[in-house]
């Protein structure tokens, strides 16, 4: 199975900075790898499909890259709305796997 | 208004069955793959199945963590998704998502509001 490792697990942060989130994939996902955000007692909501492509009605202060087996998600310019939790997850192969997710909290 | 609605959640014994349901509109269902992910609580998010479309001959992938309890199933004609959750344990206790996975894209493009399972 391919394992996804996300960092952090959680991070505080002020309205108006610059966060990134990493997922370390265990081995080679090209660019099989989406984004989604959790607000607490909803469902996940995407973000990101194929490491970069943004989805229709996302703003466009989040943005994926990717090096190597390493992705990112980035966030400029945080809006209050962002405070959330962010997972990765890779559809490569199966079984499709999340990383651990990510506590985006209010400083 | 694209919409996946989940049902059938509920308490059930460890042992015990149960059929979840996911009820689509607003897209042509029989176009798209379709996936199950669940949620424990406090936890993070699991992939636990996924159909394919009838090009690609309905066939199914599962977690390890249910393969041989857990069947997932479609029914086109009524724009439906199901979940079979046989020999049930109290590690199944979740929120069950079902979620639209369109061909060549990242999966969950679209999902449901969820449904509870506990198994107590």
């Known amino acids: 199975d391919t394992q996804m490792t996300q960092s952090p697990s959680s991070l505080s942060a002020s309205v108006g900075d610059r966060v990134t989130i990493t997922c370390r994939a265990s081995q080679d996902i090209t660019n099989s790898l989406g984004w989604y955000q959790q607000k607490p007692g909803k469902a996940p909501k995407s973000l990101i499909s194929?490491?970069?492509t943004l989805l229709s009605g996302v703003p466009s202060r989040f943005s994926g890259s990717r090096s190597g087996t390493d992705f990112t998600l980035t966030i400029s310019g945080l809006q209050p709305e962002d405070f959330a939790t962010y997972y990765c997850?890779?559809?490569?192969?199966?079984?499709?796997?999340f990383g651990q997710g990510t506590r985006l909290e209010i400083k | 208004e694209v919409q996946l609605v989940e049902s059938g959640g509920g308490l059930v014994q460890p042992g015990g069955s149960l059929r979840l349901s996911c009820a689509a509109s607003g897209f042509i269902f029989s176009d798209h793959h379709m996936d199950w992910v669940r949620q424990a609580p406090g936890k993070g998010l699991e992939w636990i199945g996924r159909i394919r479309n009838k090009a690609h001959s309905y066939t199914t992938e599962y977690a390890a963590s249910v393969e041989g309890r857990f069947t997932v199933s479609r029914d086109d004609s009524k724009s439906s998704l199901y979940l079979q959750m046989n020999s049930l344990e109290t590690g199944d206790t979740a929120v069950y998502f079902c979620?639209?996975?369109?061909?060549?894209?990242?999966?969950?493009?679209?999902w449901g509001l969820g449904t509870m399972v506990t198994v107590s």
């Open positions: 997850l890779q559809y490569r192969s199966y079984p499709f796997t």
């Open positions: 979620g639209r996975s369109p061909i060549g894209y990242s999966p969950f493009d679209i």
């Open positions: 194929a490491a970069f």
